[in-house]
T-cell receptor, first 104, second 113 residues
């Protein structure tokens, strides 16, 4: 099956900093999503982005399908951005996530 | 997101008990999913239903038994579970089975004693 690798595994930021999270996948995909899992376990859908670039407020994402990676950008981070960020490909395979901690 | 509702939020059960998890979606979606999230591990897909028909069973032990009476409801029946089955069980739905975004419920935190 498809392998999904996320980096970095852990990231600690000061409030206001910017960050980039990466998701590499081993085969071509037609379905890629980014999620934020909050401390209560809920998975929030951030982007459905099999290719191209999308933006939603302080967050944006880019998927380069031909090179098999996707990037999630968080600008001007806030403490409420803390949690685990997952990418998932083709519904079946989730990465291990990036644990983000934003300190005040 | 409140379009996918899971009950109960928390469940503690003994290894000889029988219990059921319920999932309901109000998004008009046709596909529904069960995922398992164990501590320190990625989400694992368990079952997929599309238009009430099971389309994927990801080698899940028979002590987990799914049921999908219609496109809006999904159940996971549990019996004779093991302590290692303790995990967060997440339900999701999507409009189509493949090229559509997943929408998750809040999950059921299961503890098997």
């Amino acid at each position: 099956g498809i392998q999904v690798e996320q980096s970095p595994p852990d990231l600690i930021l000061q409030e206001g900093a910017n960050s980039t999270l990466r998701c590499n996948f081993s085969d071509s995909v037609n379905n890629l999503q980014w999620f934020h899992q909050n401390p209560w376990g809920q998975l929030i859908n951030l982007f459905y982005i099999p290719s191209g670039t999308k933006q939603n407020g302080r967050l944006s994402a880019t998927t380069v399908a031909t090179e098999r990676y996707s990037l999630l950008y968080i600008s001007s981070s806030q403490t409420t951005d803390s949690g685990v960020y997952f990418c998932a490909v083709s519904r079946l395979t989730f990465g291990e996530g990036t644990q983000l901690t934003v300190n005040p | 997101e409140t379009g996918v509702t899971q009950t109960p939020r928390h469940l503690v059960m003994g290894m000889t008990n029988k219990k059921s998890l319920k999932c309901e979606q109000h998004l008009g979606h046709n596909a529904m999913y069960w995922y398992k999230q164990s501590a320190k591990k990625p989400l694992e897909l368990m079952f997929v239903y599309n238009f009430k028909e099971q389309t994927e069973n990801n080698s899940v032990p028979s002590r987990f038994s799914p049921e999908c009476p219609n496109s809006s409801h999904l159940f996971l029946h549990l019996h004779t579970l093991q302590p290692e089955d303790s995990a967060l069980y997440l339900c999701a739905s999507s409009l189509g089975q493949y090229n559509s975004p997943l929408h998750f419920g809040n999950g059921t935190r299961l503890t098997v004693t």
